[in-house]
């Protein structure tokens, strides 16, 4: 067995989470998760100046993914709504730091 067979052999449960996290989009997405806390959508789209559906979509594909989760609460930025904060799993942190590493090589 090669070297390359037996990376892709012990890590195939995250090869699947590095082609889904592995687009120019998310990983801008999971790169801010990594700034603060949690954030949503809109704060997300303004930041990265892309559409808020656009956004929604690809944060959707990375919770699927499990290297983002989502929760419900409050924002009063302009007055007090509900909304949906996404914040980086333990799992989402380790595969950007894993895609990071090998676009360094």
């Given at each position: ?18 082609h889904?996290?592995?687009q ?21 789209g ?10 929604a ?31 980086l ?15 360094k090589?």
């Amino acid at each position: 067995m090669t070297e390359l067979e037996l990376i892709f052999k012990e890590n195939a449960a995250d090869i699947e989470k590095i082609h889904v996290a592995a687009q120019p989009t998310r990983l801008q997405i999971l790169n801010s998760l990594t700034k603060t806390e949690k954030l949503y959508a809109t704060n997300l789209g303004k930041e990265l100046n892309v559409e808020r559906k656009v956004i929604a979509f690809h944060l959707n594909a990375l919770e699927k993914a499990g290297l983002v989760k989502s929760e419900y609460g409050l924002s009063y930025e302009n007055r007090p709504s509900a909304v949906k904060y996404y914040q980086l799993t333990p799992k989402g942190r380790d595969i950007l730091e894993k895609i990071l590493n090998m676009l360094k090589k």
